[in-house]
C-alpha cells in the first residue's frame, strides 16, 4: 500500500490515542532499524523519541528479532499457572539485576497493568486502601491508574473510583516551593507530611511516583527528595511505588532512575523498555516483605497474559542487548553531550527558556516575550505546533506539547546522529522563532 492509503485506512477504521479521529494526521511507518524511521515512500527520520520513550535499544536489533523467532518456534504460550523456563530465567536474571531485595516478580502486558497491581499488592499487604500519587504525573489509561494520574488525561476520565488523593509535586508547574534544590525538597515534604495527618496515615496504603517524571516535564526529583519521601513514608508504614515505566531501563543513566537516589522502593512497576517495545510486556517487581505476605495470602490478581513467554523471551534478549552494548552506561555517557547541545540552543535562540535532561531523557522549554512558558497549563501554541510541523517536514520525530519538547533518543545514539537531530532542531528553532521570542 502507498502511504496515503494506509493513512486514510487507518483513520477510517481505527481510534487513537487521547486524540479526536479528526485531529490526527498519523506518520505512515514502513520500518525501522536503528535510530531510523522509514517511510512507506522510502524517507528516512530519525527517531528523537524512541518512538513512546520506549525503543531503548533502537529498533529492530538483529538479536532480538532472532531470539522472538526462535522463542516462536519453541513455545509460544503456556497458561499462567505453568512453569516454563523462560519465565524462570528472566525472573531470576531480574532478581540479579534489581537492587536490594526486589527480588519477586509479577508479569502484565504493559505499564497501566503494572501500575494497577502495583496498587492490588500495596492494599492487600497493607489493609489500607488510599493511594498518594502526584499532579504533574502519568500512570496509564485505565480506570485506576487515571485517577492516579495529575495530568489534564485524567479529567474527563472523571469521576473514578474513590480512595485517590494528589498532591502537589516538589516542582509544580508555576508555583514554587522554594528557590534552591533544598528548599523544594524541605517544603513540599513538610507539606506532605501535612496532607499525610489530614487523610490519616492509617488510611493511606502507598504512595506512586513517577521517579523522574516524564511526559509532564522531565523532572529528576530535586536533592535530597527521594530519600526524605522515603523517610517519611517509613515513619507511616506507607509502601512507596515508584513507576518506572518511562524512566526505568536505562533511560536516565542507571537501571533504575530509583538508583540515582541510593533509596529503595518497596514496589517499582516497569514496561516499554524492558522489551523495548519489540512485544507488550510490563512487570512489577516487589521486595521481600512483599512478596512474603502473599506465601500464605492470595494474590487476589491474574491475567491470561502473565508471563507469556514470548514476550518474556523478548525480555531476556533485551536484557543481553544491553549488557553486551552496554547501553545504560551509554545513556550515562549521552548526559554531557545532549547537555551541551542544549545549551548550545538556548546561547543561539533566545526563545528557549531552559532545558534539562538526565540520562538520555530531556526536555527543553520554550518562553513567550514576557519570559514565561509560551503556552499555558494543557494549552499548546501555534508556534510550537509549527516547530512540530518544521520537524515533521525535517525528518525528525519526537514528542511536542504545551511549552516544550523532548529529546529521548534511542540509547544506542551515536554522537553524529545525535548532532543530526539537534541540526534539525536548530534550524527548526530559527525557522520558526527567527531568533526572538513572541
Ligand atoms: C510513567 C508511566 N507509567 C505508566 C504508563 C502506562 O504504560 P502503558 O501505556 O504501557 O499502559 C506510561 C505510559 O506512557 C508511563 O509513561
Not at 43 to 66: C, E, T, W, Y
Amino acid at each position: 500500500m502507498e502511504s496515503a492509503e494506509i493513512v486514510e485506512l487507518c483513520k477510517r477504521h481505527t481510534l487513537w490515542n487521547w486524540s479526536s479521529r479528526n485531529a490526527v494526521n498519523p506518520l505512515p511507518i514502513a520500518r525501522a532499524e536503528g535510530v531510523y524511521l522509514y517511510t512507506p515512500d522510502g524517507d528516512r527520520i530519525l527517531d528523537f523519541n524512541s518512538q513512546l520513550m520506549s525503543v531503548n535499544i533502537g529498533h529492530g536489533h538483529p538479536k532480538v528479532r532472532a531470539a522472538m523467532k526462535a522463542a516462536v518456534d519453541t513455545l509460544i504460550y503456556a497458561y499462567p499457572g505453568s512453569a516454563t523456563e523462560v519465565r524462570a530465567r528472566l525472573a531470576s536474571k531480574l532478581a540479579s539485576l534489581m537492587p536490594g531485595d526486589l527480588n519477586t516478580f509479577f508479569f502484565t502486558l504493559g505499564g497501566a497493568e503494572a501500575n494497577e497491581n502495583a496498587i492490588k499488592l500495596a492494599r492487600l499487604k497493607t489493609g489500607r486502601h488510599k493511594i498518594l500519587s502526584r499532579y504533574r504525573s502519568y500512570h496509564g489509561a485505565t480506570n485506576l491508574c487515571m485517577q492516579m494520574t495529575g495530568d489534564p488525561r485524567r479529567w474527563a476520565n472523571e469521576p473514578g473510583s474513590p480512595g485517590f488523593v494528589r498532591v502537589m509535586d516538589p516542582q509544580p508547574y508555576t508555583f514554587s516551593f522554594g528557590d534552591t534544590e533544598e528548599e523544594q525538597t524541605e517544603n513540599n515534604l513538610r507539606y506532605l507530611r501535612e496532607v499525610i495527618e489530614y487523610e490519616g496515615p492509617h488510611t493511606i496504603a502507598a504512595m506512586i511516583i513517577e521517579t523522574v517524571t516524564g511526559t509532564n516535564g522531565v523532572l529528576p526529583p530535586p536533592k535530597g527528595y527521594l530519600q526524605g519521601l522515603r523517610a517519611l513514608l517509613d515513619e507511616h508504614v506507607i509502601l512507596l511505588i515508584c513507576d518506572e515505566v518511562m524512566a526505568g531501563w536505562g533511560r536516565t543513566g542507571k537501571l533504575m532512575a530509583f538508583q540515582h537516589g541510593d533509596i529503595l522502593p518497596d514496589i517499582v512497576t516497569m514496561a516499554k523498555g524492558m522489551t523495548s517495545s519489540y512485544i507488550p510486556l510490563g512487570c512489577v517487581a516487589m521486595r521481600d516483605h512483599v512478596a512474603e505476605h502473599f506465601r500464605e495470602n492470595v494474590f487476589w490478581g491474574g491475567l491470561t497474559y502473565n508471563s507469556h513467554p514470548l514476550c518474556l523471551a523478548t525480555a531476556l534478549a533485551v536484557i543481553e542487548v544491553f549488557e553486551e552494548e552496554g547501553l545504560v552506561e551509554k545513556a550515562a555517557a549521552l548526559q554531557p553531550l545532549i547537555r551541551r547541545e542544549m545549551r548550545k540552543l538556548q546561547d543561539r535562540h533566545p526563545c528557549v527558556m531552559a532545558w534539562r535532561n538526565i540520562g538520555a531523557f530531556g526536555m527543553v522549554d520554550i518562553q513567550n516575550a514576557q519570559g514565561e512558558l509560551i503556552s499555558g497549563y494543557n494549552a499548546m501554541h501555534p508556534k510550537m505546533s509549527e516547530l512540530a510541523g518544521f520537524f515533521r517536514k525535517e525528518g525528525l520525530f519526537t514528542f511536542v506539547r504545551w511549552s516544550h519538547f523532548m529529546v529521548n533518543p534511542p540509547l544506542c545514539i551515536t554522537e553524529e546522529q545525535l548532532l543530526e537531530g539537534f541540526d534539525i532542531v536548530d534550524r527548526g528553532l530559527q525557522a520558526v522563532f527567527e531568533g526572538g521570542r513572541v
